[in-house]
């Protein structure tokens, strides 16, 4: 069976759907292996060594009408899309409700489409959780951004002319990628807060070197570790007790995501009107709406605050800023999906396997995901079906 991986065609995107290395581990699997020319020229990885490991290169996208399976990072564009044969397997980065048309497109097609954006978080799934794995890119990206955009040094500092105190950071939200930027400020020598609507990651905040808030609120936590959406009063008491903390930081990295729905607002203009002048906020889930009110995904907003400004920076691909790793983890993601289902050199997505279930938001042209059908108005699927 026939494996492609095409060029990414958005613009920003530079990480690539398979490493030379990946495409070596699916050979030793039986599959065929053949990759878009150039398609990971942009994360480090050339032709030559794709072929030294046993695939082939093929000349644009003429490869999507015989190939079985195609993995990429973002979801195929329609153009790709009505190429695909009837029966194949798409892998990618593909959102119930923002992709909803994109879902669409590829059910009409008759297709099987499994997302990492909703892939279960169970222990078996864990070599293929591509969330974990690129949210610990976007985290310490975001430190790094965060660093060379605030005016101040993260470190104290003991010189001839005078102490430099120590930067403070407050991180919203401890996930993946929140807890990799605590763990990455604290190396550069901030001072680290932080806060999750789910107590149980208070430890793990802790383990980073960070100080955990209380803010005395109820726990806000979903089904496998997520955090679940807040009702409007819960998250106006967030706000509220959180305003104290954000006024007394230099540095503010939000990381707030729910899958498949927009980022919950967590700072809002009233609370960033009390921050000092200079402070830096970055904001990670911009792309997906934003935590924070006004911001740009990709463009920085500045904020006048008494005495000065205050800087809002949306964040845009940020995983794919670390191309080289990025796609070297998510290779492993890809790769480990699919030696769950390829046997003697065969992919068969089992539809009874939990994993399969949960991350095919389309199987076999049916839509199966209950956040895609309700985005494209479909009727909820009988019990026991789908998610």
Request: hydrophobic share 45%; charged share 20%; aromatic share 4%.
């Amino acid at each position: 069976m026939l494996v492609f991986i095409p060029a990414e065609t958005r613009a920003g995107e530079r990480r690539v759907g398979l490493t030379p290395e990946g495409a070596q581990k699916l050979i030793k699997l039986g599959l065929t292996v053949s990759i878009q020319e150039g398609a990971g020229q942009a994360s480090g990885y050339h032709d030559d060594e794709y072929k030294s490991a046993g695939a082939t290169t093929v000349a644009g996208a003429s490869a999507l009408g015989t190939a079985d399976v195609v993995a990429s990072v973002r979801p195929l564009e329609n153009d790709a899309i009505s190429q695909l044969k009837s029966g194949a397997v798409t892998i990618s980065f593909l959102s119930p409700t923002n992709d909803a048309q994109t879902v669409k497109a590829l059910a009409d097609k008759k297709v099987t489409s499994l997302s990492f954006d909703v892939l279960p978080r169970i222990s078996r799934a864990q070599s293929m959780d591509a969330l974990t794995s690129q949210a610990l890119c976007a985290g310490y990206r975001t430190v790094l951004i965060a660093a060379e955009r605030a005016p101040k040094f993260f470190p104290m500092l003991m010189t001839a002319a005078g102490t430099i105190p120590a930067a403070k950071v407050l991180v919203l939200g401890a996930g993946v990628a929140g807890l990799q930027a605590m763990a990455t400020a604290r190396r550069l020598g901030a001072i680290v807060s932080a806060y999750d609507v789910r107590a149980s990651s208070a430890d793990e905040v802790k383990s980073m070197g960070a100080t955990f808030l209380d803010l005395g609120l109820d726990e806000v936590e979903g089904a496998g570790g997520y955090a679940r959406e807040m009702t409007p009063e819960r998250a106006k008491a967030q706000q509220d007790a959180l305003k104290k903390f954000i006024s007394e930081s230099d540095v503010v990295i939000t990381t707030a995501a729910v899958p498949g729905r927009k980022a919950p607002t967590l700072i809002t203009s009233d609370m960033m009107s009390s921050m000092k002048p200079g402070a830096i906020i970055v904001d990670l889930a911009a792309e997906s709406g934003g935590n924070v009110e006004g911001t740009i995904a990709g463009e920085d907003v500045v904020l006048n605050v008494p005495g000065g400004s205050v800087t809002l920076i949306g964040c845009k691909d940020l995983a794919s800023q670390l191309a080289v790793h990025a796609s070297k983890l998510y290779s492993q993601n890809v790769v480990s999906l699919l030696t769950l289902m390829t046997a003697e050199g065969v992919v068969t997505p089992d539809e009874e396997d939990e994993v399969v279930q949960g991350s095919a938001v389309v199987f076999n042209g049916e839509v199966r995901n209950a956040m895609a059908r309700e985005a494209l108005n479909l009727p909820a699927l009988a019990t026991g079906e789908g998610e």
